[in-house]
């Protein structure tokens, strides 16, 4: 009957969340955001390149001036440009109208500015003028160099392959890194968009006043561990649909994005690694989610609940803030401290396990740590929902309630006659 009452309220509790119109709402409009976004980027980044290549090939007339004798003649030329030798002729020219531009180039454009004169043409179009007499320069000691690799290296077109070792063996890069790390995104996106879903899912019933006649045929232990796995099911639905516009960015607008091109094929699982994040994802998840329903036994309503829930992302957004830390100094005692406090533990331990910081034994320890505290929070989960389900106006009072011998005692026996 009680394996029957948790599948009941896990399916029950599944099914009434995933087909309400909200839950997709909250779920999709990250997503949407993100597919929005990526299409501005793709636009921006297009329009940008256009604008930059425009304004470098743009051709009119101009004046210019050479001290530093780099500049091509006959390229000049080709980009509308006509030497002169007096700076103030090719001011005054540029201010009663004779030309579009002036350029003076200075003895050593290392380290002397150019100075170029335009026509005003808008904010925006008057950075052509600097586009082209930038591109006459480069153009014009390029073709000087007259040698194809000086060229590539000096527009920068250079490729760096780097290898380390470690223990004698190719150590491996951000491969190595990035499976570790998508624990941390999963545990931050389920707790920040699932977290308000956790303090609902004991209020809800609360509020509608009907806890009492739940509780009459559901035990409370199983009513609650059957919302915790409903929860986690909901998680997983929501990592998977988060999870869909990065793919198809990375795989279909890569380029458009600017996204760094990254070989699948060489990501290193490592075994340690993986499962270490799966069960700081798990035991960090169980320690939230307790904790939450917990609130939600306690308090009468969401509007009372609601600053509890503040006070959850804060304790997920510290350890991100202190990342620097546990990136470059994890042995410091911010980090330390921040990686053994239940509330923090689980974002600044993923963090250190990514980075390969975090060493087996203090692993065991933050695991053991995080389920242990987890099924203390949900005990007193339980008590609390089981002695706190009919205060509907009035907050239950933590301390009365642990006070109080366990409910669970047989039934009192029928005195008969001897």
């Known amino acids: 009957m009680a394996r029957h009452n948790l599948s009941t309220v896990i399916g ?5 969340t995933i087909t309400k119109r909200r839950f997709w709402a909250v779920t999709l409009i990250l997503p949407i955001l993100v597919f929005g976004l990526g299409g501005l980027i793709i636009a921006s980044n297009v329009s940008t390149s256009n604008t930059a290549d425009q304004q470098k090939n743009a051709r009119f007339e101009f004046l210019y001036s050479d001290a530093s004798k780099l500049v091509d003649p006959a390229i000049a030329k080709q980009y509308g440009g006509t030497e002169i030798s007096s700076d103030a002729e090719g001011v005054e020219e540029v201010q009663i109208g004779g030309t579009a531009a002036y350029f003076a180039y200075p003895a050593d454009p290392a380290k002397q500015t150019i100075r170029v004169y335009g026509e005003d043409a808008g904010v925006f179009q008057n950075n052509k003028y600097s586009a082209v007499a930038e591109s006459l320069l480069s153009t014009s000691v390029e073709k000087s160099l007259d040698d194809p690799v000086t060229v590539s290296v000096l527009r920068g077109d250079v490729k760096t392959n780097t290898t380390t070792f470690a223990n004698g063996k190719v150590a491996p ?8 790390l998508l624990f941390l995104a999963a545990f931050f996106i389920v707790i920040v968009f699932l977290g308000n879903q956790m303090l609902n899912s004991t209020l809800e019933e609360k509020e509608n006043r009907v806890t009492e ?56 699982f490592d075994p340690q690694k993986m499962i270490v994040g799966t069960l700081i994802l798990i035991g960090g998840f169980a320690l939230f989610t307790g904790t939450l329903v917990a609130v939600g036994a306690v308090m009468p309503t969401a509007k009372d609940a609601a600053p509890v829930f503040s006070i959850v992302i804060f304790a997920v957004v510290i350890p991100l803030y202190a990342s620097g830390f546990a990136i470059s100094s ?8 921040l990686a053994y406090f239940p509330y923090t533990a689980p974002i600044t331990a993923l963090i250190l396990n990514a980075f390969g910081s975090l060493p087996l034994w203090q692993a065991i320890i933050i695991i053991v740590e995080l389920f242990v505290l987890a099924y203390v929070v949900l005990r007193i989960a339980v ?34 006659r001897s």
């Open 12 to 16: 029950f509790e599944f099914r009434r």
């Open 213 to 268: 006649m739940i509780l009459t045929t559901i035990n409370p232990t199983n009513l609650l561990l059957g919302k915790v796995i409903s929860l986690f099911a909901i998680g997983i639905i929501q990592l998977a649909v988060f999870a869909l516009p990065m793919v198809i960015g990375y795989l279909f607008f890569r380029d458009q994005l600017q996204i760094p091109s990254l070989d699948l094929t060489g990501l290193v």
């Open 173 to 180: 890069g951000f491969e190595a890194i990035l499976p570790a």
């Open 383 to 416: 008590r609390l929902f089981r002695y706190g389900s009919i205060e509907y106006t009035n907050k239950v009072k933590v301390r009365d309630v642990l006070s109080r011998r366990s409910d669970r005692s047989e039934p009192p026996q029928r005195v008969g």
């Open 330 to 337: 994890p042995q410091s005692p911010i980090v330390q401290l």
